[in-house]
């Protein structure tokens, strides 16, 4: 089956930049989204396919998506920003859905 | 506006059957191109996908857990089912139902959530 690999944490100061990768085989082959989870949350869409965002999602969340790496960018980071982020991407194999094992974003 | 609710037993023992319902209010299961998929986390853990069912009532489950899944939809009601057989206490997690959007292979929308506790 498919595997989605995300780094555990990432830390970055407020009003920088913040880069979460997923790494998979040929992931750019594929559409990766992103979603955001605060804690006691549920999760919420911050990026699809690739690099759209649904409507209310800020300006400075942003998607892009080559070879055997996705990432999400975050600018100008937020104490507000500080969540769990997952990707997830669709394959036709086993099992479908596939989701990353989650990065936890500390903001400084 | 879009909604998803999850309701069924907070606490189950083990060997028992856990049914959960998720009710969506703001679009209809018949919607062509929209379906909903049964998403799991266990406590500190990350997301596990579970089972989905598409607009066109197309199905599919976990490998891992295809023996004890269930899902259906009762588009009248608005309602999608999801039952797992013989719980056990690695089954404790917060599920979660959540919207897909057929033309990109995502979740727009997801439900709070609601924690099930597999105890006896």
């Known amino acids: 089956s498919y595997v989605l690999t995300q780094p555990p944490s990432v830390s970055v100061a407020p009003g920088q930049t913040a880069r979460i990768t997923c790494g998979g085989n040929?992931?750019?082959?594929?559409?990766v989204h992103w979603y955001q989870q605060k804690p006691g949350q549920a999760p919420v869409l911050v990026v699809y396919d690739d690099s759209d965002r649904p409507s209310g999602i800020p300006e400075r969340f942003s998607g892009s998506n080559s070879g055997n790496t996705a990432t999400l960018t975050i600018s100008r980071v937020e104490a507000g920003d500080e969540a769990d982020y997952y990707c997830?991407?669709?394959?036709?194999?086993?099992?479908?859905?596939?989701f990353g094992g989650g990065t936890k974003l500390t903001v400084l | 506006q879009v909604t998803l609710k999850e309701s069924g037993p907070v606490l189950v023992k083990p060997t028992e059957t856990l049914t959960l319902t998720c009710t969506v209010s703001?679009?209809?299961?018949?919607?062509?191109?929209?379906?909903v998929s049964w998403i799991r986390q266990p406590p500190g853990k990350a997301l596990e996908w579970l089972a989905h069912i598409f607009s066109n009532d197309e199905k599919s489950y976990s490998t891992s857990l295809k023996s004890r899944l269930t899902i259906s939809k009762d588009t009248s009601k608005s309602q999608v089912v999801l039952t797992m057989t013989n719980m056990d206490p690695v089954d404790t997690a917060t599920y979660y139902c959540a919207r897909i959007i057929e033309d990109w292979l995502g979740l727009d929308y997801w439900g709070q959530g609601t924690l099930v506790t597999v105890s006896s």
């Open positions: 040929n992931i750019g082959s594929k559409s």
């Open positions: 703001g679009f209809s299961l018949s919607n062509a191109r929209m379906g």
């Open positions: 997830q991407v669709w394959d036709s194999s086993s099992d479908p859905w596939v």
